[in-house]
């Protein structure tokens, strides 16, 4: 790659970088007001159009993310990135509203160290979201007042990451990513009491609450494949993402409405940017998957980590349980002699994913089952325009419950190249 490309690319990924502040709002969900948020644990854009499916399997045409010891499958130097977009109707049994977000999703980079057999990654990707709305009505007891609480929260944890992935033996390979953890979670409840025309009554009050995380993670991953014939191959993957303890300060005060979250404003001040950590359980990760070589991809994995062990800044469990996903996805290989049909030269991708999510709420456990597809459109030699689309349900009405029917999408690109390490010749 000539010097003039390089520095287009390295000036693009630095333009990405000035714009991270996007990943706080990058989900939406009103489940997310428990716990640390959302995980994201369905990989870049390619991934999420298989269901989540990139632990057992990958492609050297995107960043493999999911598992770092697929990365030796990445020959050439990839730049990856993406925005997406989440509308959300989320329905109880007497109302309906709609909730959105988006932003910058993930920017990811692989080169490789030595083609096939040594490759180093980096990039920024968003771990958890927090983004909610919510308004609860209530009556307080033995009086004739009502109250009212607007209930909002938004943010995340990002991180930063550096990967590397080795050829251990003969389709045998092994991978490391080390995170360092970033990004707040602001939360805030407005109280007000209401008389029984509706009218306030004395002084609306506020909670708010912002934890900033800053710490490191580390995941590992295996990948191991085997020929069953000629043209058919089959893939075993396996990760462990490993969080533990996460350091991280918060600051939480009750206070007048609109005081709450200026320190040096009247109100109690509960914490001041005390120093302490969260716990957030490990998360495992395998699948297997078959290959047809330049034909068809199909692979079945799944997830589980243990949130029911989870404890917040002030050490406390509950409202969690052990959250668990299966993906069913695959693609469709492109006929690449097809040079006058674009339909043809493009990869094609369908999934299905179930996820038993950590959300307990009135004893019932709230499940999110999706259908997906995508693609990666050729945009010339070797790059592509990836896209993404799910369909989804999350929730149930009953017991005064929030069902929520969802739509995202994901839009992307990935930028590669062959030439970064070889050397110029002049005449």
């Known amino acids: 790659m000539s010097i003039s490309n390089s520095l287009k690319f390295l000036g693009t990924f630095c333009a990405f970088l000035v714009f991270t502040e996007s990943f706080s709002q990058s989900s939406a969900s009103t489940y997310s007001a428990l716990g640390i948020g959302d995980f994201n644990n369905s990989g870049f854009t390619h991934n999420q159009g ?9 492609t050297g045409w995107g960043v493999n993310y999911m598992n770092p010891a697929l990365s030796t499958r990445n020959t050439i130097f990839n730049f990856q990135a993406a925005l997406n977009y989440q509308r959300i109707n989320a329905t109880t049994e007497s109302n309906s509203e709609v909730l959105d977000g988006g932003g910058l999703s993930y920017v990811g980079m692989s080169l490789p160290v030595k083609s096939g057999k040594h490759t180093m990654g980096l990039g920024l990707n ?3 979201g927090v983004n909610y709305n ?4 209530g009556q307080v007891a033995n009086s004739n007042l009502s109250s009212i609480n607007f209930i909002d929260g938004e943010g995340g944890i990002s991180e930063a990451y550096l990967s590397t992935g080795y050829l251990l033996a003969k389709n045998l390979s092994i991978g490391l990513q080390g995170s360092y953890l970033f990004g707040s979670t602001i939360r805030t409840n407005q109280l007000s009491l209401l008389s029984e025309n509706g009218e306030p009554i004395g002084v609306s009050s506020e909670f708010y609450q912002r934890f900033t995380v800053s710490d490191v993670s580390f995941k590992g991953g295996a990948h191991y494949y085997f ?3 000629p043209n058919s191959n089959l893939h075993l993957g396996a990760i462990y993402q490993a969080y533990g303890n996460l ?3 918060e600051f939480a005060k009750v206070a007048d409405f609109g005081q709450a979250s200026r320190p040096e404003g009247d109100g109690d001040i509960l914490r001041n940017n005390e120093i302490g950590s969260i716990y957030v359980p490990n998360n495992l990760g395998y699948g297997i998957t078959y290959e047809k070589i330049n034909k068809f991809v199909i692979g ?3 997830q589980h980590q243990r949130l029911s062990q989870y404890r917040d800044f002030g050490g406390n469990t509950g409202e969690l349980g052990d959250s668990f996903s299966l ?3 695959g693609q469709l290989a492109p006929d690449f002699a097809a040079l006058a049909n674009l339909f043809q030269r493009t990869t094609w991708r369908f999934g299905v994913n179930y996820q038993q999510t950590p959300y307990v709420v009135a004893n019932t456990q709230i499940s999110d089952i999706g259908i997906n597809f995508g693609g990666s459109v050729p945009i010339n030699t070797l790059s592509l325009a990836n896209f993404a689309i799910k369909l989804g349900t999350r929730g149930t009405t009953d017991n005064g419950l929030i069902r929520e029917n969802y739509v995202s999408f994901s839009l992307g690109f990935s930028l590669n190249d062959n030439t970064w390490f070889y050397k110029r010749v002049f005449d």
């Open 50 to 58: 298989m269901g989540g499916l990139g632990i057992s399997f990958g």
């Open 126 to 128: 968003q771990v958890t």
């Open 134 to 137: 919510i308004l609860v009505r």
């Open 227 to 229: 020929k069953i014939a």
């Open 247 to 249: 350091n991280g300060k």
């Open 300 to 302: 079945l994995e799944a």
């Open 327 to 329: 993906a069913l996805g």
